[in-house]
């Protein structure tokens, strides 16, 4: 099992994430997509870290693994906090930085 | 037998996240997420990457993944309107994810690098495990470690600034119906 298809299965991932981007409005859906790209990312690092025997990619993967909490968690709130204000939950819809 | 496990795996992650951007109910998205994030783990077990597919399930497919749900029950579902904001949107984003692919399909393949072909070295004992990236993250890592936490407790105190309840706002009626 050679690592390319690691990495060519994370390149596909990244691009389905990708997708998802620019085809979905809703925004937590968006953020969904979000995770699929990190993800691929992730998986990638754990397979070069694999392919040169160095677990320093696994400490990267886990510090992307903190990164997307914390997106998550500030995403989240917004989507919460949108809601509130009886914003529509459209990405379309919130063209204004003005709240 | 790998071969088996790894096609499994990559069948689960590709359908997870395929499912994640074609399911209508926002519900539906994040439970084929958990599915995405498992078959993950698994892969990530095939290349002895034992604490960090630990960490995926316990920390996203379980903690992460609760807050996504709790979020996508309380938002409710979204109605997605039909309408475009640019014209032909509908084809031309899944054109440009394809594109995407083949350029990242391209660079993959005609890549220089030598260790890409191969299975890798023989690790030794203990790679991946938890006392080794331990080892890492207090060692070596030390730095990058108090940084993550700093970047978490941030994280915590802005989402706990974002969705609280302004008092002086005009506050819809929606807040006083709901209660969370």
């Known amino acids: 099992m050679t690592v390319t298809w690691y990495v060519v299965l994370s390149a596909v991932l990244f691009a389905i994430g990708a997708g998802g981007v620019l085809i979905r409005r809703s925004p937590l859906v968006i953020l969904l997509c979000l995770e699929l790209m990190l993800n691929a990312g992730n998986l990638a690092l754990v397979a070069f870290s694999r392919a040169h025997g160095n677990a320093e990619g696994q400490v990267f993967a886990l510090i992307v693994m903190v990164v997307a909490a914390c997106e998550v968690v500030v995403g989240l709130g917004l989507i919460v906090a949108m809601y509130r204000r009886r914003l529509t939950l459209n990405v379309d819809d919130m063209r204004s930085l003005k709240g | ?180």
């Open chain 2, 1 to 180: 037998m790998i071969y088996v496990a790894f096609f499994a795996g990559a069948i689960g992650a590709v359908g997870g996240a395929i499912a994640v951007i074609a399911m209508r109910n926002p519900f539906y998205s994040v439970l084929a997420l958990v599915i995405h994030l498992v078959a993950l783990a698994g892969l990530f077990l095939l290349l002895y990457a034992q604490f960090i597919a630990a960490a995926q399930i316990v920390v996203y497919a379980g903690a992460v993944m609760v807050l996504y749900v709790f979020v996508a029950a309380y938002v409710g579902a979204v109605e997605e309107p039909l309408w475009e904001p640019i014209p032909g949107q509908r084809f031309l984003a899944p054109m440009l994810a394809a594109a995407l692919l083949v350029e990242l399909a391209i660079a993959i393949l005609g890549t220089g690098l030598s260790a890409i072909d191969s299975g890798g070295p023989t690790l030794p004992g203990g790679f991946g495990t938890p006392n080794q990236i331990g080892h890492l993250l207090l060692e070596q890592f030390l730095v990058v470690f108090e940084a993550a936490s700093m970047l978490l407790l941030v994280a915590a105190v802005g989402a706990v600034t974002l969705a609280a309840r302004s008092r002086k706002r005009d506050e819809p009626d929606r807040a006083r119906e709901t209660p969370a």
